[in-house]
């Protein structure tokens, strides 16, 4: 059998001698097909199959057939979800032979996807034909996934959530998906925004138009077409206070930055109520000039119709991790109005109630006329054009909600919080600059990155997971490489660690050490982590509950001088 549909393969194959990036790959060279019976857990299979190797979809069969694929975005939303079972695609594309024209059409409609599976009308599963991929969309999603396993959706919604119900403002919420844009849109707009991702994707977001496509983008005058936009936004990188990033002051063609957010140039002088607008790029305006943003619009809709007590602030900055932040620490009361634009994935159910309106800018974008005009590379980067559209659009529905009508209430302006600690406060990139600065004072010492095969999700998974191990199993696999593989590479002959007199997976793996490495010619010294004489233990969890309550005599306790400074400086601890 195999044979007759190899030979039938190759017939097919030689219809389409064309000279193309798409290209066919015969099962049996495939290394994603997956017996379902042979698969005891399948997101931790699908995991490590797709941050370790090319492939981007898994392909599951049953009794030799094809049962359902799992593409490494079904895998990232199952993770984002919360979700305890995961539950493949059966509703999935193919094509029935080796046919490049007909995956073309697929490819130029799908929007993550680059493969598609052919197997025949009796069920038989052939092979895919892949489209070739750029490595920066690779690490996009490689990136993403582990993000999303590591719980930042989850995260992310439950800090949208207690901020739509703490708050004491009244609050519109607008999301969006690029997926669902895309889906809906015009043929012609559809492969411009591509021709734009695929760009971004080999280059960056400045070599998506030509210098000409730029000046029109901006509607760009003398002096501020895009070097000059791109300079000013190479200036606009924020400084973190209390965790929250403030931009620095700064007053150019396209930015002005005042009191460490943008400033909306029309604001009425003696308006007392406010309208506060929080969200990434979109809000901040990030490829207009002041007077085109979201924020400058809406005030120009407020004058002109006699809402001169509101005023409206953009407290926008781009990166989505800094959105949250400064919702946390804003002083809001009943009286001001906020408004949130992000992105569909990460906001949470049930929440309808706590909102004054709820809208679905997905529907907006796809009703523009020729949006590919007007947008970059997603949906979160548009022109001026959107900005004054989008401007309309909210206006309404402030109106329809009644609030510009209400009276003023007594109330004071309050914060939910004091400070704010983000999910990617604590960076990897952040560990290893303290760690660095820790040690610079020691000679012949470097700090290098562990990478894959030094206490990993391949080599011990547990670590990962103390919390919930109820039954140690044998790391000796990870010691043995560091060992028998890092250690004889690079001559480490001692090797540091802390005691653990609490949790039994590192104490555990504490003892493997000792016994292991030894007799790669590697010794084993372990450091107490008491404080001197005194009972206290150095613990993480003491640190951060630490920074939450500001305590910065039990922080200067723990940790050493880096990370003092380090502390002082991104979160403004210790400072009066």
């Known amino acids: 059998m195999r044979r007759e549909v190899q030979n039938r393969v190759y017939r097919i194959e030689e219809k389409f001698n064309i000279d193309q990036k798409d290209s066919f790959i015969a099962r049996e060279n495939m290394t994603s097909v997956y017996e379902l019976a042979s698969v005891s857990d399948l997101s931790d299979q699908a995991y490590y199959h797709f941050m370790n190797c090319e492939d981007e979809v898994l392909y599951l069969l049953k009794e030799n057939k094809l049962s359902g694929v799992l593409s490494i975005g079904d895998l990232e939303r199952f993770f984002d979800s919360g979700e305890s079972e995961l539950k493949i695609n059966q509703n999935y594309t193919s094509i029935s032979t080796v046919n490049y024209d007909l995956a073309e059409k697929f490819f130029e409609n799908s929007i993550t996807i680059n493969e598609i599976p052919i197997e025949t009308e009796q069920g038989i599963f052939l092979g895919i034909i892949r489209k070739e991929k750029t490595k920066a969309l690779r690490e996009q999603q490689r990136s993403e996934l582990e993000a999303a396993k590591k719980g930042e959706g989850i995260w992310r919604r439950g800090e949208m959530r207690s901020f739509i119900n703490e708050t004491r403002a009244s609050v519109l919420l607008y999301t969006y998906s690029d997926q669902k844009v895309m889906r809906q849109l015009k043929w012609e ?174 529907e907006f974008f796809v009703r523009l006329p020729h949006l590919s005009d007007y947008v970059l590379d997603s949906i979160s980067h548009f022109n001026y054009v959107v900005n004054e559209k989008l401007a309309q659009q909210i206006y309404k529905d402030i109106c329809v909600t009644g609030l510009l009508e209400e009276p003023t209430r007594p109330g004071v302006s309050e914060k939910i919080q004091d400070y704010y600690i983000s999910w990617s406060i604590f960076r990897f990139q952040d560990r290893f600059r303290m760690v660095e600065q820790g040690v610079s004072d020691l000679n012949g010492v470097r700090v290098v990155p562990s990478g894959r095969y030094i206490i990993s999700l391949d080599t011990f998974k547990q670590y990962f997971e103390k919390e919930q191990v109820q039954v140690v199993n044998s790391m000796d696999y990870d010691v043995y490489i560091f060992g028998e593989v890092v250690a004889e590479e690079l001559g480490i002959k001692y090797r540091f660690v802390g005691e653990e007199p609490f949790n039994k997976v590192t104490r555990t793996y504490n003892e493997t050490m000792k016994r292991i490495l030894p007799k790669c010619g590697v010794k084993v010294i372990e450091f107490p982590r008491a404080l001197n004489d005194e009972k206290e233990i150095i613990s993480a969890t003491l640190v951060r509950k630490a920074i939450q309550e500001e305590n910065m005599s039990m922080i200067e306790k723990f940790c050493p001088e880096s990370t003092i400074l380090y502390l002082k400086e991104q979160l403004n601890l210790g400072k009066e």
């Not at 400045?206 to 791109?230: M, Q």
């Open 189 to 362: 707009d559809k492969q411009k925004l591509k021709k734009h991702r695929r760009k971004m994707e080999e280059e960056n977001i400045w070599d998506v138009l030509t210098k000409e496509e730029w000046d029109t983008f901006l509607h760009a005058e003398k002096d501020s077409g895009v070097d000059t936009l791109r300079k000013e936004r190479d200036s606009c990188i924020p400084a973190f206070v209390n965790g929250k990033a403030v931009l620095p002051d700064m007053s150019g063609n396209y930015f002005t930055i005042r009191e460490g957010h943008r400033l909306t140039p029309n604001n009425p002088l003696h308006a007392d109520r406010k309208i506060v607008m929080f969200g990434p790029c979109n809000v901040f305006g990030a490829f207009c000039k002041d007077n085109q943003t979201i924020e400058a619009y809406l005030q120009d809709l407020l004058n002109v119709n006699g809402y001169i007590s509101w005023e409206v602030l953009n407290k926008g900055v781009c990166g989505v991790d800094y959105s949250y932040d400064q919702m946390f620490v804003e002083e809001l009361s009943e009286d001001d109005i906020v408004i949130i634009i992000g992105i569909e994935k990460w906001v949470p159910d049930e929440i309808e109630h706590a909102l004054a309106f709820r809208g679905d800018l997905s």
